[in-house]
């Protein structure tokens, strides 16, 4: 039976057998870019703040390496991000058009919630020399330890660890941290649910973290229904 474990970003990935084993960070990394399972496929869901209980419908589409993430309420927003690009590039559609998310913006909210557009450009995983951390285990699953760092100093995460699932090649956790070395955003799968012989996504827990004293100061839950397949 396959297995897959979306990436906090929705990314999911299969491991493939010539895969099965791999040596360094590079190859990890490479199998998280590279590997999409889901593709041809719409989820419907919802983002959900923990404090207020507000929601925030939306549609998620995975087709030909692209994800674009629809927001019918107002206002209206689609963003879509580009994986035929290296590093992958990073839309937003608004009223009055298409434009690409500046760096200087990706530290902002998502319609409020604790996910930013940073988190929706994976732009973390083209970060160059990813560090090997070790091995750890999520929810019972052993997973690699990935430590990337940002070689600029734009953004709003300057380390990012993955812990990537060896069964899978997908990320089922995630911690950021400042220039600080203090943790700012934490993403966990919660709950999966079997679609078609796979196991995939079907809550994600998002934190954001107060780096003074480690408390949790926002969360938001992201929820998805059955994948359906693109026609």
């Not at 396959?2 to 990314?11: D, H, S, V």
């Not at 993430?69 to 009223?95: C, G, W």
Request: positive net charge; aromatic residues 8%.
């Amino acid at each position: 039976m396959k297995r897959l474990f979306l990436l906090p970003l929705l990314l999911a990935s299969v491991l493939r057998a010539e895969d099965a084993q791999p040596k360094t960070a590079e190859e990890i990394i490479r199998i998280v870019q590279n590997s999409y399972a889901l593709q041809n496929y719409k989820m419907n869901g919802a983002l959900r703040d923990d404090n207020s209980g507000r929601t925030e419908p939306m549609t998620l589409t995975m087709e030909g390496r692209v994800m674009r993430f629809l927001f019918k309420n107002q206002p209206p927003e689609i963003v879509h991000l580009d994986m035929n690009t290296s590093p992958a590039t990073l839309y937003q559609v608004r009223a009055g058009g298409s434009s690409i998310v500046p760096d200087g913006q990706h530290g902002n909210k998502v319609r409020g919630m604790e996910f930013n557009y940073e988190d929706l450009s994976l732009a973390f995983l083209y970060w160059p020399r990813p560090q090997l951390m070790g091995e750890d285990r999520v929810s019972g699953q052993k997973c690699w330890i990935v430590r990337v760092t940002n070689p600029s100093s734009q953004g709003p995460y300057y380390v990012v660890d993955l812990w990537v699932h060896q069964g899978s090649g997908g990320a089922a956790k995630m911690a950021a941290f400042n220039r600080e070395s203090k943790v700012v955003k934490r993403y966990q799968v919660t709950k999966v649910q079997k679609v078609e012989g796979a196991t995939t996504l079907k809550e994600l827990r998002i934190e954001s973290i107060n780096p003074a004293n480690g408390a949790v100061i926002g969360r938001t839950y992201m929820t998805l229904e059955d994948p359906v397949k693109n026609k």
